[in-house]
């Protein structure tokens, strides 16, 4: 009997940094596939608006760098078969531009964040033999110039991965993607901060770093994450999968 590949009927799936950019866009495509969909991220206007759109969705208002909050909001999970930790910021400079508490706030956010989710969300995923898809970055895998603290917290997501991976691995599944430059509000925000008058130049430099010669869309990253979530990809576990549009390829 054929079947409709990378479904997640039945399931409950959890993205951080659901309201926008790439977890927008696993929020959107896992509630297509059939799952409910618990949008964790600090936009409020967002998240309330977002899950209002989604069948079954449901909105969490939670700083993940806050052990007691994070906490609190799984107290108010009681199924969970898919994390999506995706929630991350980034930061411009070389190693001496950059200050420690800017350091420190990358760190919190992109390292202790994933991390705090995570173990809040094991026993649960535990209990139904779940998956995890960290969202890591071409930066957790070569030197990009200028993102040092940025390149230290995405290896440290590509390490977190794979050791999930020996310590579970018959219990869970757990994977990361890293994606190339990906056309978001992520990237929106960093041309907004960094390059405010020369935006297009930036934006086309940003372009052809790809050798694919264009940004990936947050939608293409989703569906990496769709499949690796899914049943399809059942032999799928501590990978960490580029999808860069040729960047690491060289």
Known sequence: MSQTPFRLDGRVALVTGGAS?????????????????????????????????????????????????????????????VLVNNAGIGLVGSVEETSLPDFERLMRVNVTGCFLVTRGAMPLLLASQGRIVNIGSVAGLVGVKRRYAYCATKGAVVAMTRQLALDYP?????????????????????????????????????????????????????????????????????????????????
């Open 170 to 250: 018959t219990q869970i599944r757990v994977n990361c993607i890293c994606p190339g430059t990906v056309d978001s509000p992520f990237v929106e925000g960093y041309l907004e901060k960094y390059h405010k008058h020369e935006k297009e130049k930036v934006r086309a430099e940003l372009n052809a770093r790809q050798p694919i010669g264009r940004l990936g869309k947050p939608e293409e990253i989703a569906y990496m994450a769709l499949y690796l979530s899914s049943d399809e990809a059942a032999f799928a576990n501590g990978g960490v999968h580029s999808i860069d549009g040729g960047w690491t390829a060289a």
């Open 21 to 81: 950019g790439i977890g927008e866009a696993c929020s959107r495509i896992f509630t297509a596939a059939g799952a409910a969909v618990i949008i964790m991220d600090l936009d409020e206007a967002r998240g309330t608006a977002l899950a209002a759109e989604l069948p079954g969705g449901r909105y969490i208002r939670c700083d993940i760098t806050d052990e007691a909050g994070v906490a609190a909001a799984f107290a108010s999970i009681p199924k969970l078969d």
